[in-house]
């Protein structure tokens, strides 16, 4: 089975604190993507990666960079923590674009920011 | 914003009865998926139709599409309580990479 891992299920961090997200999928999957999600707005596309080093702008990447060294992983960093960034963080991958294939997502990082 | 619409934005309906949810798209597409969220949880896929499909079945899901409406629609027939959970559709816009996901829908069964 695919498994997409994000490495913590809750998170509390400070205003100002750079923060890193990290999360690794195990079947070498092309695409991997960040998304928030708070009540009422749905899931929002943050940033997405098609191949390693390459990246591409979402639809709310202000605030936030990303990092894809290697093909399984793939970072979200908040470089200056802010209280309006805290919300529930999923990962997800799939094996190539344009919904050709499942994507499959991690459990997701509850970051609050106080 | 390229967001999709899910409508309605919630739903509750007893258990046996069918659940219908609606997904309103901006742009043109080859594929769209639906997905299944159960609370506070990552998204798992339900199932994939592609543009030249107008209907596709998998258990006791059925899925339509119209493309020249831009909609598609999901039907969840003799609904359980293990049903509750949010849908969303996915599309990706303008044929790229990006999955793009709707608002959702909160379904809940009632006993």
């Known amino acids: 089975d695919v498994k997409v891992t994000q490495s913590s299920r809750y998170l509390v961090k400070r205003t100002g604190e750079k923060v890193f997200l990290e999360c690794v999928q195990d079947?070498?999957?092309?695409?991997m993507f960040w998304y928030r999600q708070d009540p009422g707005l749905g899931l929002r596309l943050i940033y997405f990666?098609?191949?390693?080093?390459?990246?591409e702008k979402g639809d709310i990447p202000e605030g936030y960079s990303v990092s894809r060294e290697k093909k399984e992983r793939f970072s979200l960093i908040l470089e200056s923590a802010s209280t309006n960034q805290t919300s529930m963080y999923l990962c997800?991958?799939?094996?190539?674009?344009?919904?050709?294939?499942?994507?499959?997502f991690g459990q997701g990082t509850r970051l609050t920011v106080v | 914003s390229q967001q999709g619409e899910e409508d309605p934005q919630a739903l509750s309906i007893q258990e046996g009865e069918n659940a219908t949810m609606n997904c309103s798209y901006k742009?043109?597409?080859?594929?769209l998926q639906w997905y299944r969220q159960n609370s506070g949880r990552g998204l798992v896929h339900l199932i994939l139709?592609?543009?030249?499909?107008r209907e596709k079945h998998s258990g006791r899901l059925r899925v339509t599409l119209d493309t020249s409406k831009k909609s598609s629609s999901l039907l969840i027939t003799a609904s359980r309580a293990a049903d509750t959970a949010s849908y969303f559709c996915?599309?990706?816009?303008?044929?790229?990479?990006?999955?793009?996901f709707g608002k959702g829908t909160r379904l809940h069964i009632l006993p």
């Open positions: 997800a991958s799939s094996l190539w674009g344009g919904l050709r294939t499942e994507a499959f």
């Open positions: 079947m070498d999957h092309e695409n």
């Open positions: 990666s098609y191949d390693v080093k390459m990246k």
């Open positions: 742009t043109s597409i080859n594929n």
């Open positions: 139709i592609r543009s030249n499909e």
């Open positions: 996915a599309t990706a816009p303008n044929r790229d990479d990006k999955i793009i």
